[in-house]
């Protein structure tokens, strides 16, 4: 992937020079912001509530096994702390799918508009190098499959 976009970066030309690469460490911007805050303390709240749920069940489970309960009984509450494991993962996964939609979200018209402000082309994501934004102006897009087609008309 960083391959890809250190190609497109070196395509670009003398245009990147009038247009500017930045990043923005999306970690950092979770942990420092107020929002990212906020999704970071729910979904620890919610990861919390369900780890005392599941505590609550394997206690359940201990205690029917050293009182000899019969191995049917058993077996079901083993069952049920196993749903209610595998659910728990499936709606704290959810969960932060949400929380990462919702803060994408409202990201992406402040960071158009710090790229506006500061005559940036390109925004790059950190830790993981994937472009966030792209200034319409290095977009070339049009040109290349302008080029594609007569290209191909040629050829005929």
């Known amino acids: 992937m960083l391959f890809h976009i250190l190609l497109a970066l070196s395509l670009q030309g003398p245009a990147l020079s009038e247009s500017p690469t930045a990043v923005v460490n999306i970690q950092r911007l979770v942990a420092e912001s107020t929002l990212g805050k906020a999704a970071t303390a729910q979904l ?3 990861q919390t509530q ?9 206690v359940e ?8 309960a019969q191995r049917t009984q058993i077996d079901k509450a083993q069952l049920e702390l196993q749903r209610l494991a595998q659910d728990a993962e499936t709606e704290l996964a959810a969960l ?61």
């Open 44 to 46: 620890r709240a919610f």
């Open 61 to 68: 489970v201990q205690q029917l096994t050293r009182s000899g």
């Open 50 to 58: 369900k780890e005392k749920a599941i505590a609550d069940k394997q």
């Open 96 to 156: 932060d799918r949400q929380l990462q939609e919702e803060l994408q979200k409202k990201l992406r018209p402040v960071v158009a508009q710090v790229a506006l402000e500061e005559h940036i082309g390109i925004i790059l994501e950190l830790p993981q190098p994937m472009i966030i934004w792209v200034s319409p102006s290095v977009d070339v897009t049009a040109k290349v499959i302008a080029r594609l087609e007569a290209e191909t008309k040629d050829k005929k």
